[in-house]
């Protein structure tokens, strides 16, 4: 493992409707030996409603961020969540167009000076710790938990921007999740839109979209679902009493963020992974893990059988 | 299927979707695959596919009139699957973008909750949820949506009640009051 420090952005929800995601990220990543840095006085990225007002205004509002990692010294920023993530990769790959860049740097008054790299902290953890490295470490193993990890339309997608695992069929979470001890079910809408942003102003399309997911997990006897973005989560698990008036289906599917499954395995307490703030009761999931007890008593060594 | 009148095909506005997404819309060979992985053609008047072909045929008033550029959900299924390697997402936000300037009204309660969050950003530095909300129910007027979510949201303490505010909001403001000023001098955004 690298002593590296990387920049860390958590964004907005982090501070509200994804708590748990941001402080079950950091317990991980602290309990993994990958060292985290705040970005200092960090601001909005603008997710969504930016980019659909104005590409240059979008990219201003990742590059100061940028610009404040710069405090840091750091050039390889890092955030949990796919839509800061897909806004800063956008800025920094349209900011090599001279003409973009300069009315950017007209917008935030901040030319950058460094070159800089982002990635998910998924990838950090795949790529840097490693699935074979992370099954060193896990203390209670998630056997008997039958999941389905969802990485929602943003995290991969498309390939030559996002430069993270397979764009259509992601499998980072599945191989760490493995090797945590859980079984992974082969979910095919992993990368199937959630509704995203959509959720305010047009309840009725996410309760189709994430509805969809929800049903066919269910049916494929998934006993929890597994996301890596806040916005999925929050379609997914609060909105989930609506979904289930809506499409009249009767779904009870918790849905962790996959920093609280591995942290559990990893055996860090509930005050850093904050399992009791997700909507849908976690429980009755979780009772199926299998405790596998190291035998008390060392095995008799077997008889030797006369020949 | 919906028929469209072709009108005159405006070359300006296909030089401009090209200059302003960086893509060439002359590549696309009517396929289909974005509009075959496209979620949110249920909610659209004209497929994914079918815009495709309007901006070749220069049909600007159709296109920037369209309900699609509103609703697309910038998933990427399309822009990720298309053979010719098209960007075919950041097409449809640069339609996007052209419907805003030029006054379409789009689909409102979408352009309302952008406006109303973008605003949260611009006078706290950070979204804030619970004002947000607020500024989108008042200007949508859809006052009862989602309020079955209040509880599980409070019992959760998942709605910060203040919004946090950064030091440097004065600076993030900065940066769409300069946004403000220079649509007026150069007309939008650039690539
Ligand atoms: S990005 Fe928009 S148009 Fe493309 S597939 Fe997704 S919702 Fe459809
Ligand atoms: S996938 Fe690409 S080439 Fe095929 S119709 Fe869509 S934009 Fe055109």
């Known amino acids: ?307 | 299927m919906e028929h469209v009148q072709l009108g005159r095909g405006d070359t300006d506005f296909i030089r401009a979707v090209e200059t302003e997404s960086g893509q060439k819309v002359s590549r696309c060979y009517q396929c289909g695959n974005c509009t075959a992985g496209c979620p949110m053609s249920f909610t659209y008047d004209f497929t994914v596919s079918r815009i495709m072909r309007l901006i070749q045929l220069g049909q600007k008033n159709t296109v920037l009139s369209s309900k699609a550029v509103w609703m697309c959900a910038s998933c990427e299924s399309c822009s990720t699957r298309c053979p010719n390697h098209i960007e075919v997402a950041r097409i449809l936000d640069v339609c996007r973008h052209m419907s805003r300037r030029a006054g379409f009204g789009g689909a409102r309660n979408v352009r309302l909750f952008a406006d109303a969050f973008l605003q949260s950003v611009r006078w706290h530095g950070q979204s804030h949820e619970l004002g947000l909300m607020a500024v989108y129910k008042l200007l949508s007027m859809r006052l009862f949506d989602d309020l079955t979510l209040a509880p599980d949201m409070l019992l959760k303490n998942k709605l910060p009640f203040k919004p946090h505010r950064i030091k440097g909001r004065d600076e993030v403001a900065g940066i769409f009051r300069r946004y403000a000023q220079g649509r007026g001098l150069h007309g939008g955004g650039k690539k």
């Open chain 1, 1 to 307: 493992m690298s002593a590296k420090t990387y920049a860390y952005y958590s964004g907005c929800s982090g501070s509200g409707t994804s708590k748990e995601y941001d402080l079950s990220t950091r317990a991980l990543c602290a309990a993994l030996g990958i060292t985290l840095a705040d970005v200092p006085d960090w601001s909005c990225c603008g997710s969504t409603p930016a980019h659909m007002v104005d590409h240059a205004l979008s990219a201003a509002l990742s590059a100061r961020n940028l610009a404040q990692s710069e405090q840091l010294g750091l050039d390889d920023f890092v955030t949990p969540c796919p839509s800061c993530l897909k806004n800063t990769h956008n800025a920094i790959e349209q900011m090599r167009d001279p003409g973009f860049r300069k009315e950017v740097d007209r917008l935030t008054m901040r030319p950058l000076a460094r070159k800089h790299r982002a990635f998910s902290v998924l990838q950090l953890i795949y790529e840097e710790v490693t699935p074979e490295g992370l099954a060193l470490k896990i203390k209670k193993p998630l056997h008997g938990l039958k999941l389905a990890a969802y990485y929602g339309c943003l995290l991969t997608r498309p390939g030559r921007s996002m430069r993270f695992d397979d764009e259509e069929n992601p499998v980072s979470m599945d191989r760490l999740l493995e090797a945590a001890g859980a079984g992974m079910l082969p979910f095919p809408l992993k990368v199937e839109c959630c509704g995203g942003s959509f959720g305010i102003p047009r309840g009725d399309v996410v309760a189709r979209l994430s509805g969809r997911i929800l049903e066919l997990a269910c049916s494929m006897g998934a006993d929890a679902l597994v996301v890596a973005c806040p916005l999925c989560q929050m379609n997914l698990d609060l909105r989930q009493k609506q979904i289930r008036s809506a499409v009249r289906l009767n779904f009870h599917l918790p849905v962790f963020y996959y920093t609280q499954l591995l942290g559990l395995a990893l055996g860090l307490p509930e005050d850093q992974i904050l399992l009791d703030k997700l909507v849908t009761d976690p429980k009755p999931a979780l009772a199926k893990i299998e405790i596998i007890r190291p035998p008390d008593v060392p095995a008799q060594p077997a008889k030797e059988v006369p020949a």
